[in-house]
């Protein structure tokens, strides 16, 4: 099973961002994906998740009104969107999929390896 998420860089306070992650090795629509976050000297935070149909998310309140994750099950790709980024969501950023709709990173089996984003003030 592979994860690979993408798209982090550095970006200005008030700028937006797309992160990506490829999964493959598993049956794509079969998992509930999500996005995790973890800042330097902080614990891993959900950021959002999305059902295995794309029918309902939900975003984390440090995010919400800024983030949206949305998913292609003929691609086997997650995306976060992200806008209005500020210095506080400078973190490394993983997916993840599992098999029950939660924002508790236990529920998660399988995760990426992470893409960097910095903001920058």
């Known amino acids: 099973v592979q994860l690979q998420a993408s798209g982090g860089g550095l970006v200005q306070a008030g700028g937006s961002l797309r992160l990506s992650c490829v999964v493959s090795g598993l049956t794509f629509k079969n998992y509930v994906m999500g996005w995790f976050r973890q800042a330097p000297g902080k614990e891993r935070e959900f950021v959002a998740a999305i059902t295995w149909s794309g029918g309902t998310t939900v975003t984390a309140d440090s995010v919400k009104g800024r983030a949206t994750i949305a998913r292609d099950n003929a691609e086997n790709t997650v995306n976060l969107q992200v806008y209005s980024l500020k210095p506080e969501d400078t973190a490394v950023y993983y997916c993840?999929?599992?098999?029950?709709?939660?924002?508790?990173?236990?529920?998660?089996?399988?995760w990426g390896q992470g893409t960097l984003v910095t903001v920058s003030s």
């Open positions: 993840a999929a599992g098999g029950h709709y939660s924002k508790r990173s236990n529920d998660f089996n399988y």
